[in-house]
């Protein structure tokens, strides 16, 4: 691509950019999969870096690139499906965070799918907000993607209870395993 020819820093993970998505060579920006970064190389990513890169280059906004949680899924079978803290980070940060397990295989609704397996894991903060969520299930990406909103909005339990889910769905079943 020419990055050395230019001075670009990059590693083996991508290039190095800053919270602005600018490289070390001021008039160079990069978005994208090519990024050394934390959030997950999608393809929804992508476009939200480029929104932001849009509206920074037309001076809609002069603040940093504030991602929201990044969902991702393995589109194995069973799938698995993963937003927010992960069980991984809650075991670094075990007097941070709760874990919740879930046995999806009793849930009424999968079994009419015939689905019989499945488990899911709900990662509370100590005010009893959900902040991460894994699951491994024939529709944990659907699952995931219900529940998305409630980690990035960080709604509290008060505020989960006081919805109301189209009933019978996955996710109907979703909220109401939070």
């Known amino acids: 691509m020419g990055l050395d020819e230019v001075g670009v820093k990059y590693n083996h993970q991508g290039i190095e950019v ?3 998505l600018q490289t070390n060579i001021p008039n160079i920006y990069a978005a994208g999969d090519v990024l050394d970064k934390k959030v997950g190389k999608l393809t929804p ?9 849009t509206d920074l280059f037309s001076g809609v906004t002069d603040k940093s690139i504030d991602y929201p949680a990044v969902p991702s899924a393995v589109f194995t079978t069973p799938r698995i499906a993963q937003v ?35 488990t899911s894991k709900l990662i509370y903060d100590n005010h009893g907000v959900l902040v991460g969520a894994t699951e491994v299930s024939d529709q944990a990406e659907d699952s995931i993607s219900t529940i ?7 709604l509290t ?10 009933f019978p769905t996955i996710g109907s079943e979703s909220w109401s395993k939070l």
Do not use: C
């Open 18 to 20: 800053n919270d602005h």
């Open 45 to 53: 990513t992508a476009i939200f870096e480029s929104e932001y890169l």
């Open 84 to 118: 927010g803290i992960s069980v991984d980070e809650d075991e670094t940060n075990s007097n941070k965070y709760t874990i919740k397990d879930v046995d999806l295989a009793t849930d009424w609704f999968r079994m009419t799918k015939n689905e019989n397996e499945g």
């Open 148 to 154: 998305l909103p409630a980690i990035e909005y960080q």
């Open 157 to 166: 339990p008060k505020q989960i209870k006081h919805m109301i889910s189209l």
